[in-house]
């Protein structure tokens, strides 16, 4: 497939230069600073199918949710360290450039952000969203969901990796709200939310959000019963029954000292061994339309131990 890669969609930045160490012009040195291109660009001819990273600067759902705020700064924060990994891919990789929520204007943030991703995907690429808190999720659902893909009747499936439901049921949409505002916006158009969430803290989430899920039939497992094997079969179990995956990766899913620089640092979390095996086994699934990754704060990421991890698990999806 020839992704049309002429123009860039709406966005409110556009890609700069990234940057990093320099061992060589060469193949054998490449970086991802050095491979990288603006989504204006040319696409090698042959090669997989293109991946398209798309910013979404965004906090305001995090502060309607009562967590610390900083998320805006996450997407710089993750390119940052992606740029100096070595570049193993076999596949182009563009930037689109930034989609910047301004003050609390979210729900208009979404909504272009979503229309963005819908273009990229009808494009044919492979779409990565670099949040912002977790009311980045509802922008994937946009565009995932107006994308010609599901449009044209393909089965979708949400897995969250996430220590939360993130299904509260507010007045007012936040971060804590994605999962359930996808179900709503599902039942509207005849379909049911395929919905699953590995790595949830039961401390963490009250009787009323499981109920939610229940309620909403969510597959999920606890953070405490996340064995690599038993991971395996859930997700397994789950890619079976749908056409087209959308993967998003809530960095608070890993332990607080894995990953600090999140609003809500997990007590207890799912080893990264795990997560990454969950990265790899999608990604040889052949169902990955789109995959975002949220809540990276880069105010609070020690050493920027979180943004690296972050970058390490895009690296993994997209190899």
Same mark, same amino acid.
């Given at each position: 497939?020839?992704?049309?890669?002429? %123009?860039?969609?709406?966005?409110?930045?556009?890609?700069?230069?990234?940057?990093?160490?320099?061992?060589?012009?060469?193949?054998?040195?490449?970086?991802?600073?050095?491979?990288?291109?603006?989504?204006?660009?040319?696409?090698?001819?042959?090669?997989?199918?293109?991946?398209?990273?798309?910013?979404?600067?965004?906090?305001?759902?995090?502060?309607?949710?009562?967590?610390?705020?900083?998320?805006?700064?996450?997407?710089?924060?993750?390119?940052?360290?992606?740029?100096?990994?070595?570049?193993?891919?076999?596949?182009?990789?563009?930037?689109?450039?930034?989609?910047?929520?301004?003050?609390?204007?979210? #729900? #208009?943030?979404?909504?272009?952000?979503?229309?963005?991703?819908?273009?990229?995907?009808?494009?044919?690429?492979?779409?990565?969203?670099?949040?912002?808190?977790?009311?980045?999720?509802?922008?994937?659902?946009?565009?995932?969901?107006?994308?010609?893909?599901?449009?044209?009747?393909?089965?979708?499936?949400?897995?969250?990796?996430?220590?939360?439901?993130?299904?509260?049921?507010?007045? %007012?949409?936040?971060?804590?709200?994605?999962?359930?505002?996808?179900?709503?916006?599902?039942?509207?158009?005849?379909?049911?939310?395929?919905?699953?969430?590995?790595?949830?803290?039961?401390?963490?989430?009250?009787?009323?959000?499981?109920?939610?899920?229940?309620?909403?039939?969510?597959?999920?497992?606890?953070?405490?019963?996340?064995?690599?094997?038993?991971?395996?079969?859930?997700?397994?179990?789950?890619?079976?029954?749908?056409?087209?995956?959308?993967?998003?990766?809530?960095?608070?899913?890993?332990?607080?000292?894995?990953?600090?620089?999140?609003?809500?640092?997990?007590?207890?979390?799912?080893?990264?061994?795990?997560?990454?095996?969950?990265?790899?086994?999608?990604?040889?699934?052949?169902?990955?339309?789109?995959?975002?990754?949220?809540?990276?704060?880069? #105010?609070?990421?020690?050493?920027?131990?979180?943004?690296?991890?972050?970058?390490?698990?895009?690296?993994?999806?997209?190899?």
């Amino acid at each position: 497939m020839a992704p049309n890669t002429s %123009t860039n969609p709406s966005v409110d930045v556009l890609p700069t230069p990234w940057t990093g160490r320099f061992d060589g012009d060469g193949d054998e040195h490449r970086r991802w600073w050095q491979a990288v291109a603006p989504l204006t660009s040319p696409a090698t001819p042959g090669a997989s199918r293109p991946a398209v990273v798309l910013g979404f600067c965004s906090d305001a759902g995090v502060r309607r949710n009562k967590g610390r705020t900083g998320s805006a700064a996450a997407p710089a924060a993750i390119r940052s360290a992606l740029a100096p990994l070595a570049f193993h891919l076999d596949r182009d990789v563009f930037d689109a450039g930034d989609v910047v929520v301004e003050g609390d204007s979210l #729900e #208009e943030g979404q909504q272009r952000a979503g229309r963005a991703i819908s273009e990229l995907l009808d494009a044919g690429n492979l779409t990565v969203v670099l949040g912002g808190g977790h009311e980045t999720a509802f922008a994937s659902y946009l565009g995932v969901a107006g994308s010609n893909a599901v449009q044209s009747g393909k089965r979708l499936g949400v897995l969250n990796l996430d220590a939360h439901f993130d299904l509260r049921d507010e007045p %007012t949409p936040s971060s804590g709200t994605p999962f359930l505002q996808m179900a709503q916006e599902e039942t509207a158009a005849g379909r049911e939310l395929r919905y699953a969430v590995v790595g949830i803290s039961e401390p963490n989430n009250t009787r009323t959000l499981f109920d939610t899920a229940d309620r909403l039939g969510v597959k999920y497992l606890l953070d405490e019963d996340c064995s690599v094997e038993r991971v395996e079969t859930f997700v397994a179990d789950f890619v079976a029954g749908i056409d087209v995956l959308y993967l998003t990766i809530d960095l608070d899913v890993l332990p607080a000292s894995v990953a600090p620089g999140v609003s809500a640092p997990a007590a207890y979390g799912v080893p990264l061994p795990v997560i990454s095996a969950i990265c790899r086994q999608v990604a040889a699934s052949g169902t990955l339309l789109h995959l975002d990754v949220a809540e990276l704060n880069p #105010e609070f990421d020690i050493d920027g131990r979180t943004a690296k991890v972050a970058a390490r698990l895009v690296n993994t999806l997209l190899a």
